[in-house]
């Protein structure tokens, strides 16, 4: 299959800062691309350069056969939704969405059916003649949604488009969009610094880092298996224990002694808080042990977060629900470990 979105070395300066440093990236026809990062690491920066508010310094966008790099933003084949969703006050929430078609000249009643379509798939049919003032936050959003979708476009950019949503509403709007998508069968790639956005919205993450692309992945990749440090750490909350080297070929965990398998300049092994467990009584074959102290118990209702204390180090143990809450600062434990699931990073 013909890649929708290919980005090839894309490199872009303000004054003396770099904003992006050879990005590559290919986006498949249909998929969901989350685009992850700190503030001020260049996401918004790269998706105005696929948007051509931008132009890149160096480097090669293409839309399937055709080299966008400097074509005008209304002649490429995508629409961006942003932040604020800027809908004409004065207009009906149809007229909104039929505004796009209108000037593209379209006629009135083929414009009018369009936007009735587009209206249907956000799930607002009933809303086409109230004014965007009548309407909810994230029904707002679902017409700002609508309306970048009227003129089916093969790319969506989206520019944390659920930020100016509280929480509740953000979280189910995030599944309602995932299925919009899913049923259009537009690309998406969108903009988030949130990680459990983009962990439970995207197809493929792109984690980027000081205008760079650190990791490129399923999300259960970039939670399982993320490529360097600054991915473990922006992704969730891991355990990084140090390895010492223990001969060719292997390496010695900095906490509990346990040896395992490691290439050499593997510098950190990652265990997930989940990945760690308190033992009592029978210890399996498979998992290695050590002492540690209670500091801290968080208990936030579905997680229970334990902070351990083990000599220099202090490891974060997730139990689900309410267990573990009987546990107080100062009580000895045994924490295991299996040394075959832990993820190594080298820096
Ligand atoms: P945020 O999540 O805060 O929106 P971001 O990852 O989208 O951050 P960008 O907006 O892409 O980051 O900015 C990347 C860097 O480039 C930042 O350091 C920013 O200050 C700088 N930058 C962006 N636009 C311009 C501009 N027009 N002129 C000068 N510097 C800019």
Do not use: W
Not at 160 to 179: N, V, W
């Amino acid at each position: 299959m013909q890649p929708l979105l290919s980005i090839d070395a894309v490199s872009k300066r303000f004054a003396a800062h770099r904003a992006l440093a050879e990005v590559d990236l290919v986006v498949e026809p249909g998929e969901f691309i989350a685009l992850l990062g700190p503030s001020g690491c260049g996401k918004t920066t790269l998706l105005r350069c696929i948007a051509g508010f931008l132009t890149p310094d160096e480097g090669r966008i293409r839309i399937e056969d055709e080299d966008i790099t400097r074509a005008p933003p209304y002649r490429r084949p995508l629409n961006t939704v942003f932040q604020s969703y800027a809908l004409f006050p004065h207009m009906s929430v149809a007229d909104n969405v039929a505004y796009g078609p209108r000037r593209a000249g379209v006629g009135r009643r083929e414009a009018q059916a369009r936007a009735a379509e587009a209206l249907a798939l956000v799930g607002l049919e009933e809303m086409g003649t109230r004014l965007p003032r009548a309407l909810s936050g994230g029904q707002q959003q679902r017409v700002a949604l609508a309306r970048a979708i009227v003129n089916r476009p093969k790319l969506l950019l989206l520019d944390e488009p659920l930020s100016a949503l509280d929480l509740k509403l953000r979280r189910r709007m995030q599944i309602e969009l995932k299925h919009i998508q899913e049923k259009l069968g537009i690309a998406f790639i969108f903009v988030t610094h949130d990680q459990e956005e983009a962990m439970a919205m995207a197809d493929r993450i792109v984690v980027m880092n000081a205008g760079r692309i650190e990791q490129t992945g399923t999300p259960e990749a970039i939670y399982r298996a993320p490529a360097t440090r600054f991915v473990a750490e922006f992704v969730g909350e891991p355990n990084l224990i140090a390895l010492e080297p223990a001969g060719p070929g292997h390496a010695r965990l900095a906490i509990g002694g346990a040896e395992l398998p490691a290439a050499s300049g593997m510098r950190f092994a990652m265990a997930r808080p989940e990945d760690i467990v308190l033992v009592n009584g029978d210890v399996p074959d498979d998992l290695a042990t050590f002492p540690g102290v209670v500091e801290e118990v968080l208990a936030i209702g579905p997680l229970t977060t334990l902070f351990v204390r083990c000599g220099e180090t202090v490891l974060k143990v997730a139990r689900l629900g309410m267990s573990g809450v009987e546990l107080r600062p100062g009580s000895p434990v045994t924490l295991g470990l299996r040394p075959a699931a832990l993820h190594l990073i080298a820096e």
